[in-house]
């Protein structure tokens, strides 16, 4: 069964910093440009960012543009999203998925449980 396994959520104290990690299973989708987005109590869904198949280009929602860093390593099969000075706002579950530009690529594999990130103020 292809899955999506996201790991290192956790608390931290504003400013401090977290790196989320991604890593399908079932699958790879190496070919794919795969985006990070996250979903706050009581809101909708968002785009955090996105990494191309080739892992040279990226995309950032301008909430986090300077703070967070998109990378993928294609060889270990993990996408990986770097957090740096972070805010209370940036509390959320934090998912991966295949994307489309900034929206993801549905159809394709079911949201993973996704990573709680919790900051505190």
């Known amino acids: 069964q292809v899955r999506l396994v996201e790991s290192g959520g956790g608390l931290v104290q504003a400013g401090g910093s977290l790196r989320l990690s991604c890593a399908p299973v079932?699958?790879?989708?190496?070919?794919?440009?795969m985006g990070w987005f996250r979903q706050a109590p009581g809101k909708e869904r968002e785009f955090v960012a996105v990494?191309?198949?080739?892992?040279?280009?990226?995309s950032y929602a301008d909430s986090v543009k300077g703070r967070f860093t998109i990378s993928r390593d294609t060889v270990k099969n993990l996408v990986t999203l770097e957090m740096n000075n972070l805010k209370p706002e940036d509390t959320a579950v934090y998912y991966c998925?295949?994307?489309?530009?900034?929206?993801?690529?549905?159809?394709?594999?079911?949201w993973g449980q996704g990573a709680q990130v919790t900051v505190s103020s």
């Open positions: 998925h295949p994307a489309r530009r900034t929206s993801p690529a549905t159809g394709y594999v079911d």
């Open positions: 079932g699958r790879t989708f190496s070919l794919w440009a």
């Open positions: 990494i191309d198949w080739s892992g040279k280009n990226t």
